[in-house]
């Protein structure tokens, strides 16, 4: 949808123009065709059906209706308020990465937009530490040490420096928590004034934190439902730039595919485990190995596993009873705060890259992420319950026998332990 906080792009502009240049390059070099496309490369089909026939030109796409629109402008949903994703960009190979760039930015030539001047603060290159749980090796990503804590800077710098080259000067987001924070930080670091909708529970550490970097801060009363619903009516005024609606935050929680791909020496893990709420790791790593794939730097993908609360667990519902539309769940409070989405808008691709990854869904009482949670402080490793997720998860389908200990698995643990302390301290029953 377009908005009226939108002014003219500043000088420098962007263009996708050395993205397809590589891309017609590779092809020549490698050979590549359409016979390499796998069915899971494009699990969204009308991606797959716009890719083959308009390669030239990057969109935003209804991937439901397969309606496109040009990139030129900015726009955060379809006319009929669906969510967009963009049509497929070629991916890049290893000789693209800008190595003396150390931040997702080494990765910009993957962008569906070149821009000059990028809002970046250092994101991304997370450590990768081996570690061992339950007797088993295991890769913990520790994308908590990007600059606001979570792994959320990835797609807010991404977003804002795209939206910034396209015109927009100030944004709208909701959030229950680390997503505003985000948001936030890097309006600030780029000029940009931004407004975040927050839940009336939201923990203080994250609103506090909205608050310093400037943004306007509004609570609302009601579910985390309720917020977004105010926020959709608010978008009439100021651009949506919501982490959960923009297909630019998508394109920055790519890098992570990436990233790994890097981290392993140009190899991909047999397996993710990420914590989800609406997807956006989950379809992050879609696109960016996905891209790789087509760029043919992997013949292989990693099996993507999304880890949801029992108590607010549509997805893996969905999953676990083979449905590829919301099934009926009772929702409850959870210590998983940052994955109780009860609603997720993209439900149906985030399903259909699970299925298509042959990964799965695993769902977890709030015992089992609280054990998780403490378990990982034990080694050193403090984060959110809702980022603990991943290991208790881990522990689970290692159990079950769906991944075995010889495999490569990472688990992305998202968030800061910082940022929970009330809810750290409950586990530990300390008073505050
Ligand atoms: C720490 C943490 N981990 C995971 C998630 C889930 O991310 P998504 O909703 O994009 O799946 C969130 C969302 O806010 C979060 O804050």
């Known amino acids: 949808m377009r908005s009226p906080s939108v002014s003219k792009p500043s000088g420098g502009g962007f263009t996708n123009a050395k993205a397809w240049k590589c891309f017609n390059e590779l092809r020549t070099r490698t050979g590549l065709g359409p ?101 088993a090796p295991v890769l913990l990503k520790c994308e908590w040490f990007m600059p606001t804590g979570s792994f959320k800077d990835r797609g807010a710098s991404v977003m ?9 000067r100030a944004v709208l987001e909701d959030s229950s928590g680390n997503g505003g924070a985000a948001v936030a930080a890097y309006a600030a670091a780029g000029g940009l004034q931004a407004t975040i909708m927050a839940p009336a529970s939201t923990s203080p550490a994250k609103t506090v934190q ?74 992050g790593c879609q696109i960016g190995f996905s891209e790789l794939l087509r760029s043919g730097e ?40 940052g994955t109780a989405i009860a609603q997720p808008i993209r439900l ?25 949670t403490l378990e990982l402080a ?5 984060v959110e319950p809702t980022s603990a997720q991943a290991a208790a998860a881990f522990r689970k389908l290692l159990a079950a026998g769906t991944i075995t200990p010889e495999q490569t698995t990472v688990l992305v643990l998202t968030g800061s332990g910082l940022k929970a302390t009330p809810r750290i301290a409950e586990l530990l029953g300390v008073a505050l």
């Open 35 to 135: 016979e390499h496309r796998r069915t899971w490369l494009d699990p969204f089909p009308c991606v797959a059906q716009e890719a083959q026939t308009a390669p030239m030109d990057t969109s935003y796409l209804d991937p439901r209706s397969g309606r496109i629109f040009p990139l030129d402008q900015p726009r955060w949903c379809g006319d009929d308020r669906a969510p967009l994703l963009l049509t497929s960009l070629p991916g890049i190979s290893r000789a693209e990465i800008d190595t003396a760039v150390r931040s997702l930015w080494r990765y910009r030539m993957a962008l569906p937009m070149q821009v000059d001047d990028p809002i970046s603060m250092g994101e991304g290159c997370t450590p990768l530490i081996r570690r061992s749980l339950d007797g």
């Open 160 to 168: 804002l420096s795209l939206l910034r080259a396209q015109g927009v």
């Open 210 to 283: 909205m608050r310093a970097h400037g943004a306007r801060v509004e609570l609302i009363p009601g579910t985390r439902q309720d917020t977004a619903n105010a926020a959709a009516r608010r978008s009439e005024t100021v651009f949506y730039a919501s982490h959960n609606w923009h297909p630019f935050f998508l394109h920055g929680t790519k890098m992570l595919a990436y990233e790994l791909w890097e981290d392993l020496g140009f190899r991909v893990p047999d397996n993710i485990i990420t914590p989800c709420g609406a997807g956006s790791n989950v379809l």
């Open 298 to 337: 992997t013949e292989v993908v990693p099996r993507i596993f999304a880890a949801q609360p029992a108590n607010c667990g549509p997805i893996a519902a969905a999953f676990l009873t083979g449905e590829d539309k919301p099934v009926a769940v009772e929702v409850r409070p959870t210590i998983a705060e």
């Open 348 to 372: 149906t691709e985030v399903l259909g890259t699970l299925r298509e990854t042959r990964g799965g869904a695993v769902m977890l009482s709030e015992e089992e992420i609280a054990a998780a």
């Open 378 to 382: 034990g080694i050193g490793i403090y």
